[in-house]
């Protein structure tokens, strides 16, 4: 068969198609607040997208620049992100998660010439503030004083003018990890968007009009940005936001109040879920199809969900790379402890070391090609070179596939771990362990815990004569990286395994790794 196709027109604003899409229906409500209640319409998203949009125009911010926006998932986010786009500003959606190092790292390299920032979030701007010479404004949302998301929109005209965008400009960007811990700003362009809602929202997930849904990811992940953006406005459903952290205390709040028909999660979060002792009745929830990615999903997580609440869940693995999933378990078809088979319009293949094609059973690296695959990485030609190999894109991911076309992770090509299905790069959390006096060195691999799930895990070489809490070392890593980042556990140990020319052999770690 023929694979789908989505033709995209050459004049294009992907923000000005999701609105489009929605023009008939303004009084259908598109956001909910979970923690306030207040709702935004299609009609105000598309009136504030456009005041948005202006209001950059009046401050002079020209098309092309990049602005970007560190908020929590609020009503303010879609206006933000797609008014930037209205206007052909790129906004940047980054990870509120980071530190004060990483933000600075990000606006520099990005030369953002705004900031959108939520207002819990400035104590860690704070210490940037007059320090990085191509950030000319910072404006917060959350507030109404002048300098705020709530004052620009207000201060925007409303007419509805279009920047004129062409499909294959660059739209918007979103930071990927790097294995060095340096993340890698990843371009993507205004066709990406509804790609990816056609392929796999409609197609796999078979989103519609009537679906509320609900994402546990956030919106600055590419897989939140689908769940909670780029889907449900290629339909005209609703969407529930929720700023706060998603513990399930206030997940199941989400799901008893507004009953969404499609949760996204992922696998750590539904262990947490099923483990919680306050949990819901099925019979108290609407759900009809939920998703998991970031992680592969262990087979019983999903067996034990589907028995608790009836509803299956779409195991899919997609990355910030490729915008979303690009393999995933279909409706009907799921077979758990796999990731399903590849989404109509994306190809794949596994690729042994020695560049040939892998057969039924043999393990190699996924590589995809399809239509959502980022342009570059922004100021680093060697890993776009790398990456992004012509039509295929590298996912670094290891993977078999059997002979019913079903395939199933086999871990990661390089050292990087998956925790809750972020990356951390294990040379990041071993430097910041190395900051510690009483560390001569360290060595941080992933271990799977009680639920299968991964979690960093450090062996640690204490100088001579020094001592060191694991309690302590945890807390040193917890206030200097992003909090999911710490190792769940520390084994001292005497030396770690190396090789002739001094570098750490993880493998050998792994090989004989417990939690
Ligand atoms: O991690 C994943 O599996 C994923 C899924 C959708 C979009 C982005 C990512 C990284």
Known sequence: TTPPRVEIPRDYNAAHDLLARNAARPDKVAYVDAATGAQ???????????????????????????????????????????????AGVVPIAANTLLTTRDFDFMLRDSRAQVLFVSKPLLPTFEPLIGKISTLEHMVIAGETGEHSVAHMIASGKPDAQVAGTCSDDACFWLYSSGSTGTPKGTVHLHSHLVQTAELYGRAILGIRENDVVYSAAKLFFAYGLGNALTFPMSVGAT??????????????????????????????????????????????????????????????????????????????????????????????????GTTGQPVPGYELRIVGDDGRECGPGEIGELQISGPSAALMYWNNRAKTKS?????????????TCDADGYYTYGGRSDDMLKVGGIYVSP?????????HDAILEAAVIGVADQDGLVKPKAYVVLKQGRQASAEDLQSHVKSRLAPYKYPRWIAFVPELPKTATGKIQRFKLRAQAHA
């Open 427 to 435: 040379f990041e959390v071993e430097a910041c362990l190395a900051t």
């Open 40 to 86: 935004l319409t299609y009609g105000e998203l598309a009136e504030q997208a456009h005041r948005f949009a202006n209001a950059l125009r009046q401050r002079g911010i020209a098309p092309e620049t990049r602005v970007m926006i560190a908020m929590l998932d609020t009503l303010e986010w879609p206006v933000v992100f797609l008014g930037s786009i209205l």
């Open 239 to 336: 969407t529930v936001l929720l700023a706060a952290r998603p513990t399930p205390a206030e997940v199941f709040g989400v799901l008893r109040k507004f009953q969404p028909t499609i949760f996204c999660g992922v696998p750590t979060l539904y262990a947490a879920l099923l483990a919680d002792a306050e949990r819901p009745k099925r019979s108290e929830l609407k759900m009809r199809v939920c998703t998991s990615a970031g992680e592969a999903l262990p087979a019983d997580i999903g067996e034990r969900w589907t028995r608790e609440y009836g509803v299956e869940i779409l195991d899919g693995i997609g990355s910030t790379e490729m915008l979303h999933i690009f393999l995933s378990n279909r409706p009907g078809k799921v077979r758990y």
């Open 387 to 399: 990456t992004f190999a012509g039509e295929w894109t590298r996912s670094g991911d290891k993977y």
